[in-house]
């Protein structure tokens, strides 16, 4: 079992920054790719950003890629994402997941989620 836990959400104004953080714990990570994921209300969760445990190869969508950089530490087990230049339309939660996704941006494809982290922007 992996046990997930986001922190870092808030409410920022447009144009600043936030760390998103996401404490894994259980298994090791060794084989998985952890993922980010926001869903807005009335939204389709969404794919933000990937990285693989094992290579540290990330992964983004084109619409998004330049103001997400997702990292991790290994040693400690933490995801983390960095949004910088937030607009209004990043407000959402933010979610971190792990699994062995054949896809890397579909949701139902990752087999842990955290409970997620709220991120709202002002204008």
């Known amino acids: 079992q992996v046990h997930l836990v986001e922190s870092g959400g808030g409410l920022v104004q447009a144009g600043g920054s936030l760390r998103l953080s996401c404490a894994a714990s259980?298994?090791?990570?060794?084989?998985?790719?952890m993922g980010w994921f926001r869903q807005a209300p009335g939204k389709e969760r969404e794919f933000v950003a990937a990285v693989s445990w094992i290579s540290g190869s990330t992964y983004y969508p084109h619409s998004l890629k330049g103001r997400f950089t997702i990292s991790r530490d290994n040693a400690k087990n933490t995801l983390f994402l960095q949004i910088d230049s937030l607009k209004p339309d990043d407000t959402a939660v933010y979610y971190c997941?792990?699994?062995?996704?054949?896809?890397?941006?579909?949701?139902?494809?990752?087999?842990?989620w955290g409970q997620g982290t709220q991120v709202t922007v002002s204008s």
């Open positions: 997941a792990a699994g062995q996704p054949r896809g890397v941006g579909v949701p139902h494809e990752y087999d842990y």
């Open positions: 259980g298994r090791t990570f060794s084989r998985y790719t």
